[in-house]
């Protein structure tokens, strides 16, 4: 089971970390990703992170403003999002994708945390 924290309100410019974390699931056999979804829109990527925090990826909306994280030995994943944007308001999802496997992905997802940003 994966577990989202951090979301909350804050004003343009802001900042906040989300976290995800692995409950009774060792993260560290799963690469991961951040996803997000405004309302009436649909789920989009984010953030990825490899299993061992090796190689990342950002979409371009949010590529210079958000670092996504991982720290195996407490089997949590941190989303740290600056300067943020109205633009960002979403629910964001953790997921999480068998490692080495290329076919499965996002096997698991968390229940997501609200995020809005206020103009």
């Known amino acids: 089971q994966l577990v989202e924290s951090g979301g909350g309100l804050v004003q343009a410019g802001g900042s906040l970390t989300l976290s995800c974390a692995g409950s009774?699931?060792?993260?560290?056999?799963?690469?991961l990703d951040w996803f997000r979804q405004a309302p009436g829109k649909e789920r989009e990527f984010v953030a990825t992170?490899?299993?061992?925090?090796?190689?990342?990826g950002y979409a371009d909306s949010v590529k210079g403003r958000f670092t996504v994280s991982r720290d195996n030995g407490k089997n949590v994943m941190y989303l740290q999002m600056n300067n943020l944007k109205p633009e960002d308001t979403a629910v964001y999802y953790c997921?999480?994708?068998?490692?080495?496997?290329?076919?499965?992905?996002?096997?698991?997802w968390g229940q997501g945390t609200q995020v809005t940003v206020s103009s």
């Open positions: 997921a999480a994708s068998p490692r080495f496997q290329s076919t499965l992905k996002y096997v698991y």
């Open positions: 009774g699931r060792p993260l560290d056999r799963y690469d």
């Open positions: 992170i490899t299993w061992s925090g090796g190689s990342t």
